[in-house]
């Protein structure tokens, strides 16, 4: 009798140990179609909804069983802010920049297209060379037209270095505000122009949630087809969540559903030049693992 109870205790004992596991918190962000919220305030999975980003963490969280799986609704900037505190924290799609870099670790999930110029029509009218491409660096060195961009996001190099460069006098950062509110100002011409992925403007202009009068034109120096990242904490909790988020990315990308989450969204305009980048991000991505 005694010793069924002994082994009765520890097995209470060492259950608990045994059963427990590590926690991701996945950070996701007001930013349709890349998350589409449905409770800002739940932690719960369940509240992921339709988006690209929405469906890259439900894919990760079928493959990563070992792990319980939150979320949690901020900022990129201050998601990247918490973990150079040292807050084990994961973002599911967001831009590798070197700044990132000292506090995070990344492996590539996603491809999406170039940032475009979001603009007036009636700008085009006096600018109609503009629906042919737009020298971003000429623009922003122009006093006479004013731009503006959220000064928490990063661009891509390309874009970022033309941000930061001296010479840029009329593209500025714009901070706070709703999303949408730099389609706002732009209908209200208290800018000229912005940036955005054409993916974002059409799912906007699609659910009339974009002011009447707003268009896309290319950039004609634009980075190519920029890599969308998994980040993790720069700490030994995210060493290892990254190696086996790398691991679950190869296995998945083999999926037809994976190239799904990346094209339901895509403006159908571009959807071929789409297919041929994306085969060649698959390719990639499911045959090489990027983290040792």
Known sequence: MRKSWIIALLVALWAPAVLARDTITWVIFDWPPVFILQDRSSESVQQLGDGIGDHLVKLLIQRLPQYQHRVVVMTPKRAFAQMKQG???????????????????????????????????????????????????????????????????????????????????????????????????????????????????????????????????????????????????????????????????????????YRDLMTRWAPVHLRDAQRRELDRFLHDRSTHNYVP
């Open 87 to 257: 807050e084990n924290l994961c973002v599911p799609s967001t831009l590798r920049t070197p700044e990132r870099e000292n506090v995070a670790v990344f492996t590539p999930a996603l491809i999406t297209m170039p940032i475009q110029l979001v603009t007036r029509e009636d700008l085009l009218q006096t600018h109609p060379d503009w629906r042919d491409g737009v020298d971003l660096e000429t623009l922003a060195a122009d006093r006479t037209l004013v731009g503006g961009y959220e000064g928490t996001r990063s661009y891509g190099a390309t874009i970022d270095k033309v941000l930061a460069d001296p010479a840029n006098t009329g593209l500025r950062p714009v901070s706070g505000g709703e999303p949408g509110s730099l389609y706002q100002m732009l209908a209200l011409k208290r800018i000229d122009y912005t940036l955005e992925y054409p993916q974002i403007v059409t799912w906007l202009a699609e659910r009339k949630q974009l002011p009447a009068g707003i268009t896309v034109v290319p950039l004609r120096q634009p980075d190519p087809w920029l890599l969308g990242n998994v980040a993790c904490t720069k700490s030994v909790w995210g060493g290892k969540a990254i190696h086996q988020i790398d691991e679950a990315l190869r296995e998945a990308a083999r999926q037809p559903s």
